[in-house]
């Protein structure tokens, strides 16, 4: 699959939830190609900005689009990543600010001690 | 591990805003290690998530070392004064 047929799938299937890809193209198909890369490498769809174990049950918070995303786009307008954001977020009614971090780490160390790599 | 250079970036060679960051470094002219922990493996990949353990508890990416100075996601306007207090 191409990150342009990704793109259109994914778009219209996010959008009718509230779900906009970033306006930045350049951002949104860098960040299409790394889920492809990250399908192709794990096996999912992990998402681009943290650190996969390999193993699908360790990671299923984490499978793009992550468990973060709705409250992330609530609270910032924007995912983690950056993929997905706000209507108000892309037309500038909101200040673009860094996403932190929603995820506990520990739910990575878990992964690291019992994933693939 | 040997002592890091006085600009480390932790990244993953997926992520944006770690792609963005070393952009931003790149035109600062600034030399810096950047380590793909997702290109890490076994030991040697735990080892890095421990060690950035104790730097960035939050275990996000990117995470970046300046001078012993944790800055925690891509935020020009932090790295720019602490490239400035270099």
């Known amino acids: 699959m191409t990150t342009k047929e990704l793109y259109e799938k994914l778009k219209s ?9 970033n306006k930045d193209m350049q951002m949104t198909m860098d960040l299409l190609e790394s889920l492809l890369v990250n399908k192709e490498r794990y096996g999912y769809m992990a998402c681009p900005c943290r650190l996969a174990s390999g193993k699908l049950d360790l990671d299923r918070d984490i499978l793009c689009p992550c468990v973060y995303r709705e409250p992330d786009v609530a ?29 506990d780490p520990e739910k990575l160390l878990a992964a690291l001690a019992n994933g693939e790599d | 591990m040997s002592q890091p250079a006085p600009i480390t970036l932790y990244a993953l060679s997926t992520c944006i805003h770690c792609k963005h960051t070393k952009e931003f470094l790149d035109r600062c002219g600034v030399t810096y290690d950047c380590i793909f922990v997702d290109k890490l493996t076994g030991d040697e990949r735990k080892a890095m998530v421990e060690h950035i353990k104790t730097i960035n508890p939050k275990l996000s990416f990117p995470t970046i070392l300046i001078n012993g100075e944790a800055i925690i996601g891509f935020k020009e306007k932090e790295i720019e004064e602490a490239l400035r207090n270099l």
């Open chain 1, 13 to 21: 299937i996010q959008e009718p939830k509230g779900y906009f890809f």
């Open chain 1, 75 to 103: 609270e910032y307008g924007a995912c983690y990543c950056g993929l997905y954001v706000s209507q108000d977020w892309n037309e500038g009614r909101i200040p673009h600010v860094t996403v932190p971090e929603r995820r």
